[in-house]
């Protein structure tokens, strides 16, 4: 129905060279869009952006992007529209995914989806520092279960009591 080249970076920052090689990767494929998913950073880069024909996004925004570039390949591939026409659509729907109504709402989905990620390592950070109290509480039962077994001992056989502390 339609080809969508994925370039995948992790990089601090987007370097133009992965856009370039993104473009480049598009049209020896010929391909109806490209997506340069990438970790990095830039100036005026909030999880989406478009440069060159090369739809750049955050790794946290690719889902929902990709589900609408396929529902649109699926879509013009149903409506039987020509090549040429192909490509006056599909950069109809590039106007469309920078602009604000549909920006705005994956920018959202990508500062949420951050959060929420930061939040579950915090989470797991939290469940570690219980469980190593609770290590520790266990550990002192089992020494003072130890204790109260030995002076139990020293008891039966006639001797005085041990009074430890670990």
């Known amino acids: 129905i339609g080809v969508i080249i994925y370039e995948c970076k992790r990089t601090p920052n987007v370097p133009t060279l992965h856009i370039h090689q993104t473009q480049a990767a598009k049209q020896s494929r010929h391909a109806d869009f490209a ?23 955050s790794p946290l925004g690719v889902i929902p992007l990709v589900g609408l570039l396929r529902q649109h390949l699926i879509e013009m591939a149903k409506a039987n529209i020509s090549k040429v026409r192909r490509v006056a659509v599909a950069q109809q ?4 995914i920078t602009s604000p109504l549909f920006k705005n709402p994956i920018e959202e989905v990508i500062h949420t989806s951050e959060e929420l990620q930061k939040m579950i390592k915090q989470e797991a950070k939290d469940h570690w520092r219980i469980w190593e109290r609770r290590w520790d509480h266990y550990q002192r039962i089992r020494w003072d279960s130890a204790q109260i077994q030995q002076n139990l001992q020293r008891v039966l056989l006639g001797k005085s009591q ?4 670990p």
Not at 44 to 56: K, P, R, S
Not at 93 to 96: A, D, S, T, V
Request: charged share 15%; net charge neutral; glycine share 12%.
């Open 35 to 57: 997506l340069l998913v990438t970790t990095g950073q830039r100036k005026g880069f909030n999880g989406l952006a478009t440069m060159d024909g090369v739809v750049i996004v």
């Open 93 to 96: 729907l590039m106007n469309y």
């Open 162 to 165: 041990i009074w430890d502390c």
